[in-house]
């Protein structure tokens, strides 16, 4: 038998729009690309100052260090390297040598990547500290206005049977296959996203801000006991480069599966709220 025309309908898929994201949301997200970029290109140039990580109250040459990133002359050109608890690996062209007019210089992050591009610690600080404190500010509306909307009780707090070791390694190998929710499980974050959200918010933010201010030496002396919760400014700085290496990965996988899932519609979501899902069922 032949099916009829509202059959037909009733199995045909339909794009409807649904509403994702928020204005606030929205707002505090680009925000949050303007500062975050801005701080780490900033960072970088800070870093270069002194591209050396130790753990304790104190770090200078000849101190022990975790992590350096630097030059040394051989057969008189500069050879780049990267040591982490004394294991070196050459980066020449990568880290540790920069060419700067036409020349090879010894430079842990190169000059297109540091803001400015030349080598400024006062510049690169100002950048730094006034784009902080815009983040924080920034992040201090998200906060207040998800927690007064039910933003995080509603979109990120992840359901008692999303946690199951099997829910979340289905998820995992989901994603792994680059199989994207559809229809009614796109109307929401997956239990991975909110996951990883909620570490992001809760855990990487939190101390990289923390650590931060920690470096401070008017914020020291105002509050002294945050140099004793992290066992002092050095290995405050040393995690603060931690924290800021992990939200950067982060965003590089947050824009691998922006790109996967869908660019457009991705995007669109973030700019006008409208985030378009396929859905079989009858036109209403």
């Known amino acids: 038998m032949r099916k009829t025309a ?3 309908n ?4 339909r794009t409807i729009f649904i509403r994702r ?14 500062c975050l970029s801005v701080l780490l290109l900033s960072g970088l140039q800070i870093f270069n100052a002194h591209p050396e990580l130790y753990w304790g109250h104190y770090g200078a040459n000849g101190d022990p260090a975790l992590l350096t990133i630097g030059a040394v002359e051989e057969a008189g050109e500069p050879r780049g390297f990267v040591r ?16 700067v007019e036409r020349e090879q210089t010894a430079r842990a992050f190169p000059n297109w990547i540091t803001l400015p591009s030349f080598q400024d610690l006062a510049a690169g600080r100002r950048w730094h500290f006034f784009f902080a404190w815009l983040f924080v500010i920034n992040g201090a509306l998200y906060l207040g206005i998800g927690l007064l909307s039910g933003h995080f009780r509603r979109d990120l707090a992840p359901q008692v049977r999303e946690l199951s070791p099997r829910h979340l390694g289905r998820e995992v190998l989901d994603h792994a296959r680059l199989r994207f929710p559809e229809g009614d499980e796109a109307r929401h974050y997956n239990a991975l996203q909110k996951l990883t959200y909620l570490a992001v918010i809760v855990v990487l933010l939190p101390l990289m801000v ?10 020291d002396a105002a509050l002294p006991a945050l140099v004793d919760l992290f066992g002092g400014r050095q290995s405050a700085r040393t995690i603060h480069f931690i924290t800021a290496s992990a939200l950067v990965l982060f965003v590089v996988v947050h824009v691998a599966m922006v790109i996967l899932s869908g660019t457009w519609n991705n995007i669109r979501s973030m700019i006008t709220g409208r985030y378009a899902i396929t859905e079989k069922g009858p036109q209403s």
């Open 6 to 8: 509202s059959h037909d």
């Open 84 to 99: 982490i608890a004394g294991l070196e690996v050459p980066t020449t062209g990568v880290l540790g040598v920069s060419t």
């Open 210 to 219: 923390l650590t931060g201010l920690t470096m401070s030496p008017g914020v």
């Open 10 to 13: 009733a199995d045909k898929p």
């Open 21 to 34: 994201h928020s204005i606030a949301t929205r707002l505090t997200h680009w925000v949050n690309v303007l």
